[in-house]
């Protein structure tokens, strides 16, 4: 062996162990959920990553969703965040995050090889985690995470109880809506169902038929103070309540009632409708696999502005700005949001896939929750945020109505006069 070739190795192999010492391979991320019902797809799908790729993926699970929140907030202070996290509550809590240098832009990742990966996803379910130009909250335009899955909220109908009453297909209109449930209560049989006692599924319920009586424009400009909650057209808002009340439309005890109990009544088939999310393909599927039900729009009061249900990003893992392997968080996320993982998912939990390319072979439910997409918006893509405090006596003047305690008229006054309230303790 000539000495020369004995230097050329020698360099080579000190280049190469110095090289290996500044760029050490991966051999492990870490990831935190809250997604109890889907831990074990993810861990089949970790299993099935660390095959491919050679890289484990650490799970760990921390339910519920509250304890998951505080788990990651004292995570936060103390930087010890995991590689890849999610970001529960609203999107100032996610403005925070961001702000303080937790979490990874992913704009160029989603933008490369001509948006090959933001392509793949619903641009609804991408929205949820961006932030635009000149956005409230003060943080640089770009999107901040990836969906795992999408979701929105109809109503759902039982096949069966309408066809007792004489109801071949579901009511388009609210009027046709209140005739079907004079129908129902004449032979003993209850309405529209829904958690109603858990005041978001209320808020919910009334924007929907915001949007569709005065327009989303309206809607903005009544959060930024413009118009006032007194407006004839969200006093037609809360009337819906009203009329729904006065002709015995409801389940009982909806105001005081949590959705789970809400989806054990329409699963056991003691009311026609319901008012939930697409998750609840899922549930149902667990609690009688044999209800038969499909999923619609909530029948329109106006044909004046479409109807609009909320719906996005159903859940988002965000790569934590801090990792030492950022690359590879993001790399798995790609691979997490690509059609054949998307598809198990999909599969597995009865859930709607993020990835627009992976909408097959699944129960006919479901599929109308996915056609609805277009339909979808929330309020954490409006660029404007309410009040909690108006939200607070929005949500529970209509329980109020519901019981009988108040009119319309006055909770649309009692609901300006809080608003007015809150507006001058910013100003």
């Known amino acids: 062996m000539s000495s020369s070739f004995i230097v050329f190795l020698s360099v080579f192999l000190v280049s ?24 074990d797809a993810f861990l089949e799908l970790a299993k099935r990553y660390e095959t491919e790729k050679g890289i484990k993926v650490d799970l760990e699970l921390y339910a519920p969703s509250d304890a998951y929140t505080q788990k990651v907030r004292a995570a936060a202070q103390t930087n010890t965040l995991p590689d890849i996290f999610g970001v529960l509550g609203v999107k100032r ?8 240098n937790y979490v990874y832009d992913l704009t160029e990742e989603m933008n490369r090889d001509n948006g090959a990966w933001k392509n793949k996803l619903f641009a609804k379910a991408l929205a949820v985690n961006e932030f635009e130009q000149d956005n409230s909250f003060g943080v640089k335009p770009g999107i901040y995470g990836a969906p795992i899955d999408v979701t929105n909220i ?16 579901p009511p388009k209109t609210w009027k046709d809506l209140i005739e079907v449930t004079r129908k129902l209560r004449a032979k003993g049989m209850q309405g529209l169902v829904s958690g109603w006692g858990e005041t978001w599924m209320i808020d919910c319920f009334a924007s929907n038929y915001a949007f569709n009586i005065m327009g989303k424009d309206k809607i903005l400009d009544t959060i930024r103070g413009k118009v006032s909650y007194a407006d004839p057209d969200w006093v037609k808002v809360f009337d819906l309540f009203r009329e729904m009340r006065d002709e015995g439309a409801l389940a009982s005890g909806i105001v005081t009632m949590v959705n789970k109990t809400a989806e054990q009544i329409f699963a056991n088939n003691r009311a026609a409708f319901a008012f939930n999310g697409s998750w609840c393909v899922n549930v149902y599927k667990g609690m009688n696999p044999n209800l038969n039900y499909g999923a619609m729009l909530p029948p329109e009061v106006s044909d004046k502005y479409p109807m609009a249900i909320w719906g996005g990003a159903g859940s ?22 690509d059609a054949p993982q998307q598809v198990f998912l999909s599969k597995e939990t009865q859930g709607l896939p993020s990835n627009k ?13 996915a056609n609805a997409m277009d339909n979808a918006t929330h309020p954490n893509v409006w660029g404007v945020s309410e009040s909690p405090i108006v939200i607070e006596a929005f949500d ?18 009692e609901v300006q006069a809080v608003k007015e309230r809150e507006m001058a303790k910013n100003q």
């Open 396 to 413: 529970k003047g209509i329980q109020s109505i519901i019981i009988g305690e108040k009119t319309p008229e006055q909770l649309a006054r």
């Open 16 to 39: 190469c162990g110095q090289e290996a010492r500044e760029k050490p391979l991966v051999k492990s991320i870490k990831v935190w959920h809250w997604m109890s019902d889907r831990e």
């Open 93 to 100: 809590d996610f403005a925070s995050f961001v702000k303080s």
């Open 357 to 369: 390319y992976s909408l097959k072979d699944m129960p006919m439910a479901l599929s109308q929750f």
């Open 316 to 337: 988002s893992f965000m790569v934590n700005k801090q990792s030492k392997d950022i690359q590879a968080s993001v790399d798995f996320l790609k691979w997490l949001t």
């Open 154 to 169: 109809q109503m759902l109908y039982n096949k069966d109880l309408l066809e007792a009453v004489g109801v071949n297909k």
